[in-house]
Nanobody
Framework: QVQLVESGGALVQAGGSLRLSCAAS????????MGWFRQAPGKEREFVAA????????SYADSVKGRFTISRDNAKNTMFLQMNSLKPEDTAVYYC?????????????????WGQGTQVTVSS
């Protein structure tokens, strides 16, 4: 049974930091590309960051570039999103997702597995 479980969401002040985690099970994590997406109230889900199986390549949305860092630990079947210099516009539910293949993708339709999400709220 495939599971992706996000954690680490919280209420934080603008300028603060958070580290999200995504624990994976039920599929060969080390062979899958992983991504973070987010959805704010009243908005569509949007791409945040992605990382390939080997961690040798990453991709970021322009809105988070330079502030967020995606990483993974294949030995622990876990992915992370380090979020610094948080802004109120980063407020959203953050989802982790997994896709087969070796190509980075910002397209949510290419991701087969999804977690339930973790809430990040940034106050001004």
């Amino acid at each position: 049974q495939v599971q992706l479980v996000e954690s680490g969401g919280a209420l934080v002040q603008a300028g603060g930091s958070l580290r999200l985690s995504c624990a994976a099970s039920g599929f060969p994590f080390s062979l899958y590309g992983m991504g973070w997406f987010r959805q704010a109230p009243g908005k569509e889900r949007e791409f945040v960051a992605a990382i390939i199986w080997s961690s040798s390549s990453t991709s970021y949305a322009d809105s988070v570039k330079g502030r967020f860092t995606i990483s993974r630990d294949n030995a622990k079947n876990t992915m992370f999103l380090q979020m610094n210099s948080l802004k109120p516009e980063d407020t959203a539910v953050y989802y982790c997702a997994a896709k087969s293949g070796y190509v980075l993708s910002p397209d949510s339709r290419r991701y087969a597995y999804w977690g339930q999400g973790t809430q990040v709220t940034v106050s001004s």
